[in-house]
């Protein structure tokens, strides 16, 4: 039975999540949560969309089978393969999607070019598509997918020389000031905010989603009186399929620029 006590699940094909579980547990401390990374799978961005679905619709049921009063996917690349899915078969189930944040980055100035940093499949889909096509009119969007920053995550490498010449490469054509916004369109990319930052310029704003699906976590939860009446801090469970990174996902929780 789903209860004011029972868990907030928050799941991803990784370490991605963390930067969103950071921001639940910043706005819900006294939630209790837990933390399913799919490492063994990673990366999803570079699947099928049916592998995605496939694999994220497991990871949730059995979240949903074991009492979570909510799931946050917290993961651009399987909410888009998989949220629209779940949320037909569980009408009233509090689930809590990522997007790319394309709005605030398009409406930030007058006719930004903003670039789309995600991973080859939330670019491509049709999700993504339709979100750019309603803000076309406000910003000029360049799509750019970065899946091997996904694996310098994975393997905690964010700060080697290799990752910061893979995103010098990638980004060299936008660096030094060239765009005015960067949207971050995938939970494992704030990890490497300040790299990116960096190399295109400090005045480049940069957005990604992870507060605001916090926000719509609590939001969703309120709506159902099911926020904790706790006064002390939750736990944090965190599991993974590959039970060998379940330390580097407890140290990446704790790291602060996220
Ligand atoms: N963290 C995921 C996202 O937000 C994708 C990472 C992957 O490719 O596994 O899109």
């Given at each position: 039975m789903i209860t004011k006590e029972s868990p907030i699940a928050v799941v991803d094909?990784?370490?991605?999540?963390i930067t969103v579980l950071r921001k639940l547990h910043r706005l819900m401390p006294n939630e209790n949560y837990i933390y399913f990374g799919d490492s063994a799978n990673s990366p999803y961005g570079t699947k099928t969309k049916e592998e995605i679905r496939l694999l994220t619709v497991n990871a949730v049921e059995s979240l949903m089978k074991r009492g979570a009063k909510s799931v946050v996917i917290a993961c651009n690349t399987a909410t888009s393969a998989a949220a629209g899915y779940l949320r037909e078969k569980y009408p009233d189930y509090p689930f809590v999607g990522l997007e790319p944040a394309l709005k605030p980055a398009a409406l930030s100035s007058k006719w930004p070019r903003v670039l789309v940093l995600a991973t080859p499949l939330t670019l491509k889909e049709e999700k993504f598509n339709n979100l750019m096509a309603r803000f076309e009119g406000e910003a000029e969007f360049i799509k750019l997918p970065a899946p091997e920053l996904v694996g310098f995550v994975e393997r905690g490498e964010v700060d080697t020389q290799e990752c910061t010449e893979y995103l010098e490469r990638i980004l060299e054509p936008y660096a030094d000031h060239k765009v005015d916004a960067v949207v971050l369109?995938?939970?494992?990319?704030p990890f490497a905010r300040k790299e990116i930052q960096s190399i295109l310029g400090e005045e480049v704003l940069v957005f990604e989603g992870s507060m605001g699906a916090a926000k719509q976590c609590q939001r969703l939860l309120a709506q159902r009186d099911l926020l904790t009446d706790s006064t002390q801090e939750g736990i944090i469970s965190f599991e993974n399929s590959d039970e060998s990174k379940i330390e580097q996902c407890i140290k990446m929780f704790g790291f602060n620029d996220v």
């Open positions: 094909s990784g370490m991605g999540g369109g995938c939970t494992h990319f």
